[in-house]
């Protein structure tokens, strides 16, 4: 079964729906910069391993950073899933995990990398908005693509009506993606990701409101 190890900063709401998603993985520990992250409680509530790592008492980002890899590794993943972990990853810790380092970002990248994506998106005049599960490179927010989930956007959205929206899609593809990667399905070849037996799989599109 794969092994996987979780990282998050708060509430952990995707966290929650890959648990409730009932996967074929073994979550092996939850890990959070943050000792008082909601996500750790809800993670002791299920019996699983947690640890708090946290970020402030330490002198700059290689050095936490170096600290998180060592933790995760002590726990021999297959796969390390971002879910909603709030921090920069250095390049050495990406390039520890090459490969087995999953995130979801609340956009349709490449657009809106970064912070604020729903303000942005309105701001923009976009029609359509949503989320994307990817491997983790170097690159901010960019990476192979794995899946992707779109909503419209309508003429009366807040940042807080489309947030809640795209939020639910995430709670769908992300379950989805890990599963793929769990079943060896994923092929990720020169910065493309195809899913074996799946040719739709690269967009979700919502039919919800």
Known sequence: MTRVVVLLSGRGSNFQAIVEA???IDIVAVISNRPQATGLAYARERGLKTVALDHTA????VAFDALLADAIEAHQPDL???AGYMRILSPAF???FEGRLLNI???LLPMFPGLKTHERALEEGVKIHGCTVHFVTAQLDHGPIVIQAAVPVHADDTPASLSARVLAQEHRIYPQAIRWFAEGRL???QGRVNVRGDSTSQAVL???A
């Open 58 to 61: 330490h002198p700059d980002r």
């Open 206 to 208: 919502s039919s919800g």
């Open 187 to 189: 092929l990720n070849q």
């Open 22 to 24: 009932q996967l074929p």
């Open 94 to 96: 990406i390039a520890r």
């Open 105 to 107: 970002h609340p956009s």
């Open 80 to 82: 390390v899933v971002l």
